[in-house]
T-cell receptor
C-alpha cells in the first residue's frame, strides 16, 4: 500500500508569508495527525482528525495555524502569517484505529527566514 | 516534568553487541508504548509496540514494559551498522496522541 505522502518536502519562505502543507494519508485511514519537530526539541503533537472532524487540536500553537481535512481524505496545514519560530519539520501520520502505532510521512521541512 | 524522558546521550556500541535504550513516562494512564527508529532526514519508522507488562521480542529487537515503574526499554541484539539511527520512545494515553521523547542516537561501530 502507498504510504503517507507529504509535500512539499522543503519550503523556505519569508516571515509574514503564507505556506500550505499537504498530507495524503494511507487510503482508508480515518485518523490523521499533524506533528512538528522544532530544532533541538522533541516531536510535538499539533492536532488529530477523525475523518473530516477535528478530534483534538489542543497542540496547535496559535491561530496562525489552520488545518483542514475536507471530505476526510487529504489534509492541509496552513501557516499565515509565518513567523521565524514556525521553522521546523512538520510530520503527518495516519492510522486505522486507536492505540496503534502510526505510519508517518517523510515530513515537510519549513524554514522561515 | 516532561511527559516522556530519554536521558541518555549518544550510545556507541560495537557491531554485534547489545544496545540498550531506556525511557520513562509521567502519565500513569498511558496505555500504548512504541519505539520508532529515525534515520537522519527521514520519517520515524515504527519498529516495536508494546501494550502490557513484560517483554516482547521481534527479531533482534526486544521491548520491555514496566507500568509500575513507568519505564519502557528497547534492546537491540547483534547490533548492525544499519541500526545506527535515532530511536524515539513514544507513549499514548486515552487521547490517542503520541507523546515523544527527544530520542537517543545509536552509533554502531563496525
Amino acid at each position: 500500500e502507498a504510504g503517507v505522502t507529504q509535500f512539499p518536502s522543503h519550503s523556505v519562505i519569508e516571515k509574514g508569508q503564507t505556506v500550505t502543507l499537504r498530507c495524503d494519508p494511507i487510503s482508508g485511514h480515518d485518523n490523521l495527525y499533524w506533528y512538528r519537530r522544532v530544532m533541538g526539541k522533541e516531536i510535538k503533537f499539533l492536532l488529530h482528525f477523525v475523518k473530516e472532524s477535528k478530534q483534538d487540536e489542543s497542540g496547535m500553537p496559535n491561530n496562525r495555524f489552520l488545518a483542514e481535512r475536507t471530505g476526510g481524505t487529504y489534509s492541509t496545514l496552513k501557516v499565515q502569517p509565518a513567523e521565524l519560530e514556525d521553522s521546523g519539520v512538520y510530520f503527518c501520520a495516519s492510522n486505522a484505529g486507536t492505540y496503534r502505532g502510526y505510519t508517518f510521512g517523510s515530513g515537510t521541512r519549513l524554514t522561515v527566514v | 516534568q516532561k511527559e516522556v524522558e530519554q536521558n541518555s546521550g549518544p550510545l556507541s556500541v560495537p557491531e554485534g553487541a547489545i544496545a540498550s535504550l531506556n525511557c520513562t513516562y509521567s502519565d500513569r494512564g498511558s496505555q500504548s508504548f512504541f519505539w520508532y527508529r529515525q534515520y537522519s532526514g527521514k520519517s520515524p519508522e515504527l519498529i516495536m509496540s508494546i501494550y502490557s507488562n513484560g517483554d516482547k521480542e521481534d527479531g533482534r529487537f526486544t521491548a520491555q514494559l514496566n507500568k509500575a515503574s513507568q519505564y519502557v526499554s528497547l534492546l537491540i541484539r547483534d547490533s548492525q551498522p544499519s541500526d545506527s539511527a535515532t530511536y524515539l520512545c513514544a507513549v499514548t494515553g486515552g487521547n490517542n496522541r503520541l507523546a515523544f521523547g527527544k530520542g537517543n542516537q545509536v552509533v554502531v561501530i563496525p
